[in-house]
């Protein structure tokens, strides 16, 4: 059966497969995350329009390097993740594995720099509720709340992220994702791919902002 | 664009590698765009750069790599509802700060 012959819904052998469904119920949930960062990012907005001077005082603490390497370290981390899912779509299986491990190598790269980042914070006294941090001005504390609260989160996504994909690496090793049946790399590839426009977002507001 | 059935049961069609390998170095190159521009310390360019390069970059992964590009029109609709509920989050509560 060729590929572009394969319908809406379909029986394969038994088993039930909706790939417009499947993909149409993925994006939903990327809309949802994009309401809960958009949130994160209104109250970001609002502080930094209250506090300019110490938002910008406080940007300057943070490792623009680390950031900027991040950025490039997600970037192709999702350059990757593509390639993983148009090489098993050309039947390349060993190809696509190799590509989800670079994705997976880079995810867990980005999560180390971050684990330096905030352990430099950590030692200079900056984390949430702590006496250096609460005896600064009150526009600081809401700069760095929201920066361990915001990279937090997407921190904990890009975790997530790596779990998933070893997941699909399983599954391509069992043949349970393949060219005709890629709906669950596909899938996995956008949130990954979300998780990178969040990180896109972050750069600015917190690495350049000063 | 056809709405048919078939027409949304058919995944999009495949990208080269090629394709995605450019849109990176664009994504390469803008980031550095963007860091070159708050280096040079003047507010305005800086704010260009928040306001035209990061949705700009955000565009590229959205329409490449998440293959918005080749995907129905009902799709990109949606995408569109999305995006513009959160600029109406965004602009009402603005006006509300900047109006009180």
């Known amino acids: 059966m060729s590929v572009s012959a394969q319908p809406l819904v379909a029986e394969h052998g038994g088993e039930h497969r909706d790939y417009g469904g499947a993909k149409l119920g993925m994006w939903i949930f990327v809309f949802t995350e994009l309401i809960l960062f958009g949130g994160l990012f209104v109250a970001y907005g609002m502080y930094r329009a209250m506090h300019a001077h110490e938002f910008h005082k406080a940007s300057g603490e943070l490792n623009l390097t680390l950031g900027v390497i991040n950025t490039v370290v997600l970037l192709t981390s999702s350059l990757s993740m593509v390639l993983s899912i148009v090489a098993i779509r050309l039947q390349r299986k060993r190809q696509s594995m190799i590509f989800l491990a670079c994705t997976m190598l880079l995810g867990a790269v980005f999560l180390v720099n971050k684990f330096f980042e905030w352990k430099a914070k950590f030692h200079h006294g900056l984390y949430p509720g702590s006496e250096h941090l609460m005896a600064r001005p009150p526009g600081e504390r809401l700069f760095f709340g929201l920066y361990f609260g915001m990279t937090g989160l997407h921190g904990l996504h890009v975790t997530i992220g790596v779990v998933v994909m070893s997941v699909m690496m399983v599954f391509l090793a069992r043949d349970r994702i393949r060219h005709d049946d890629f709906i669950k790399l596909e899938n996995t590839g956008l949130y990954w791919h979300l998780v990178d426009v969040i990180w896109i977002f972050l750069l600015p507001l917190f690495y350049l902002a000063a | ?100």
């Not at chain 2, 995006?83 to 009402?92: P, R, S």
Request: glycine share 4%.
């Open chain 2, 1 to 100: 664009m056809s709405f048919t059935m078939q027409h949304r049961a058919e995944p999009p069609h495949i990208v080269s590698y090629a394709t995605f390998i450019k849109v990176w170095i664009a994504l390469v190159v803008l980031t550095g765009l963007l860091v070159g521009l708050s280096l040079t310390h003047r507010p305005n360019l800086a704010l260009l750069g928040l306001l035209v390069i990061t949705p700009t970059k955000a565009s590229l992964v959205f329409f490449y790599f998440m293959h918005l590009k080749y995907e129905s029109a009902a799709l990109k609709y949606m995408v569109a509802a999305a995006i513009g509920v959160l600029i109406i989050f965004i602009g009402l509560t603005f006006s509300d700060y900047l109006f009180r």
